[in-house]
């Protein structure tokens, strides 16, 4: 076998790994799947063992395969994006782009950014989806994904693009008949909407003048929704943590107060999500510019 070809094959057979399906690896190389099997086949022939348990619905790599991974992936991303610095040109980013988003993120941060960034890359087409789950990046033929918090993924790429601000918010009913909290402390006799998302949601940490004191969070309502948190406040349900982007509206009409204004909330770290570190223009051109404008 050729130098050329083995780098060829090597390329094949990670894409395969690391979507676990021939079917997804072939659409994402543009390689008919039949080639694909008959390449790895080829492989394995070469090498005597096997790479990959097949089953119908997955692919998973043998321990002999899993080895060869860890030691070839690096080379394959190398190789294909010395490849890419040629066919791409810095200033003009096409093609299609298909993002994933959390939805409140998506309503009241990304969103307002879209236009400019469509008046900007004109050659770009958008397919934004708004969910609340974490959307697999191979399997829902995804180019990026836009996650709050922790990101977790040994094969995921991950890049911190910007922080969410947070503060805590109540409706003025509820601090009428539970009291308005004085000092962080205050808050463990309150009720609290927590956010299923984020394991993280169960304890608030307030900072004020260098001083920082974590409360937990103790309430009877837990969502996996920034809209829903802000309806439940507003009817009086408790105190929630949101963006102030989110919550404008609702302040300017007094349906909900800011509950401990001098106290800053640690703000939720923004991460644009890739599965290889190998992107195409359009990708690069997307998280470049929401970097720049979640920066502050």
């Known amino acids: 076998m050729s130098d050329l070809s083995a780098l060829h094959d090597m390329t094949l057979f990670v894409e395969v790994a690391r979507a676990k399906n021939f079917s997804a690896a072939g659409r994402h190389l543009g390689v008919p799947v039949a080639t694909l099997s008959r390449r790895i086949a080829a492989m394995e022939r070469e090498f005597g063992v096997r790479l990959f348990d097949r089953t119908t619905r997955r692919v ?19 190789a294909r994006l010395a490849q890419e610095a040629l066919r791409e040109t810095a200033t003009r980013a096409s093609g299609h782009l298909r993002v994933s988003m959390p939805v409140d993120l998506g309503l009241y941060v990304i969103g307002p950014l879209l236009p400019e960034f469509a008046r900007q890359f004109p050659g770009i087409t958008l397919d934004v989806d708004l969910s609340s789950r974490h ?28 922080y969410a601000e947070r503060a ?7 601090l009428d008949l539970r009291g308005t909290p004085a000092h962080p402390d205050d808050l463990a006799a309150h009720e609290g909407l927590l956010l299923r998302a984020s394991r993280l949601q169960t304890r608030w940490r307030l900072e004020r003048e260098g001083v920082a004191v974590d409360v937990t969070v103790r309430g009877r309502v837990m969502v996996n929704n920034h809209s829903l948190l802000k309806v439940l406040a507003e009817r009086g349900m408790g105190l929630a943590a949101l963006t102030p982007d989110l919550v ?49």
Do not use: N
Request: with cysteine.
């Open 60 to 78: 998973e790599l043998t321990e002999a395969g899993a080895r060869y991974f860890e030691r070839c992936a690096h080379l394959a991303d190398e």
């Open 135 to 162: 959307a697999d990046l191979v399997g829902d033929h995804l180019d990026v994904a836009i996650r709050l918090g922790e990101v977790k993924g040994d094969q995921l790429v991950v890049r911190r693009i910007g």
């Open 168 to 174: 805590l918010f109540a409706s003025p009913t509820y």
């Open 248 to 296: 404008r509206d609702a302040l300017a009409s007094g349906r909900l107060v800011r509950v401990l204004p001098q106290w800053a909330m640690a703000a939720l770290p923004v991460h644009a999500v890739t599965s290889s570190r190998l992107q195409p223009a359009s990708v690069k051109a997307f998280v470049a510019f929401l970097a720049d404008r979640l920066a502050g």
